[in-house]
């Protein structure tokens, strides 16, 4: 079924991706952390900008909910745009952009007390959040050290620690302090966030020798000749 020049293609890739050693680098665990603390601020403007705007902005609860889609919205045009930033411009620039457009959006947000101030707050918000995770997944592996796979199945904790962890920390402060002062905790994770991509523009991303798989040797002898007697019909001679 396979030629031995495909057979051959294929041994040499198996043995160019390494299994890895199973510990990845320091800087993989940079990327790791903001994959964290990004997550961390979706997860809390999800849950929770519901009943901010209910509080803060004085709208009704069903104009509360539907105006979650704002966040999606914006998501869904960050994604567009950002692939043409990336055509352009390193991924760690533009994450931290992105950091600071959803930190742009957020103090919109925080600060309006009208329903479409407020919405036009989330929207930015969700243009910046858009690339957080992307962007900190491609970084990770990256930095994995020729390890993808192992990179990528790391990556699950990440997002489930700060999915888990962070709307129990917004909510605990939010008893302590109320709602609208315990959402200053997204600036404290945006400003993780940078810190942490700062910090990894300290590692370079290591090139490695592209993989040309090797060329299938033409045919060193000639088809068999076609059929030396003629074809006859049956029952003839």
Known sequence: WFSGDALRAASVT???????????????????????????????????????????????????????????????????????????????????VALAVSAAGFTIFWLATTAWLAIAGLLVC????????????????????????????????????????APLALGWTADQVGTHRAFLLVYLLLAAAAVVVLRLMRHPVPISEPFSAPVSEPFSEPFSEPFSEPFSEPGRP
Request: glycine share 12%; proline share 6%.
């Open 14 to 96: 198996k043995s160019v991706d390494r299994p890895g050693t199973g510990r990845l680098p320091p800087a993989y665990w940079l990327a790791w952390t903001s994959m964290v603390v990004t997550g961390s601020v979706e997860v809390c403007l999800n849950l929770w900008a519901g009943d901010e705007l209910r509080g803060h902005a004085n709208v009704s609860p069903g104009v509360a909910t539907a105006a979650l889609a704002a966040i999606v919205g914006g998501m869904f045009l960050g994604r567009l745009a950002g692939v043409r930033l990336l055509l352009r411009f390193a991924p760690l620039h533009v994450l931290l």
């Open 126 to 165: 969700g243009i910046g959040n858009s690339l957080h995770y992307p962007l900190a997944v491609a970084l990770a592996v990256d930095h994995s050290d020729g390890q993808p796979d192992l990179a990528a199945a790391r990556s699950a904790y990440a997002m489930a620690i700060g999915f888990g962890l």
